[in-house]
């Protein structure tokens, strides 16, 4: 068993890649996590494709495994962890409809990636047709369009308490965005990281989108 230390600013394709070339050095996927990763070595060849599936709930995300199993593909989770309020074991998801904004431990908590595992070297093509991908993609930009909106607003009570206005309401309620006294400025710069990291992905899911179209032309 061997475990690789790796941190990927774009989760879906970054994370193919990674796992990809990790089994064409002969090791076989055993669990991807936030930033560590095991795995053995194997002498067969693996091929791993990864998706987005944190707008789902859960009867969803089992039928969906169930479907995938049945094709003789293995399947493992791994966690994406932006965008959620958490609640004890229960994590609200305001970018997915309804049926599937609210998220338990048990269910679809640390199990927003979908890692599919295919015992040849036959590259796996999840999504086959032009609306499935463009689909895929615009439900893996909400969480960045939530996350760039509450950037904003942490940038914007940050600035205000920065000013001098008086923001009492805000420190006296639970659920405020609320700057950690006398560090204002690094709330700021949180702030503006959060910010810099959704643009930087919607631009990124963006150019995706720009080259599926281009290649029907």
């Known amino acids: 068993m061997r475990t690789f230390f790796k941190v990927f600013l774009n989760p879906i394709e970054g994370r193919e890649r990674f796992l990809n070339e990790k089994a064409e050095e002969g090791y076989e996927l055993v669990s991807s996590g936030g930033v560590f990763h095991k795995f053995k070595r194997t002498d067969k060849r693996k091929d791993y494709s990864v ?4 707008y789902m ?3 969803e995300r089992t039928e969906y495994k169930d479907f995938i199993e049945n094709m003789d593909m293995k399947v493992i989770y791994s966690p994406l962890n932006i965008g959620k309020k958490t609640y004890g074991n229960v994590k609200y998801r305001p970018f997915n409809a309804i049926k599937s904004s609210l998220s338990t431990s ?3 908590i640390n199990r927003e990636i979908m890692i599919v595992e295919n015992n040849t070297n036959k590259k796996i093509d999840i999504y086959s047709d032009y609306n499935s991908k463009i689909r895929d993609l615009a439900r ?3 969480p960045y369009f939530y ?3 509450i950037s ?3 940038i914007f009570i940050g600035l205000l308490e920065k000013l001098g206005f008086n923001l009492s309401l805000f420190r006296q309620t639970v659920l405020s965005f609320r700057p950690v006294d006398n560090i204002i400025n690094v709330w700021v710069a ?3 990281l959060i910010f810099i990291y959704s643009s930087l992905n919607l631009i990124r899911l963006n150019n995706i989108i720009k080259i599926i179209n281009s290649d029907l032309v």
């Open 57 to 59: 709930n859960n009867k």
């Open 106 to 108: 048990h269910g679809m």
């Open 152 to 154: 904003v607003l942490i």
């Open 147 to 149: 996350l760039l909106s």
């Open 51 to 54: 998706q987005y599936i944190g």
């Open 140 to 142: 893996r930009k909400k």
């Open 190 to 192: 949180l702030g503006i």
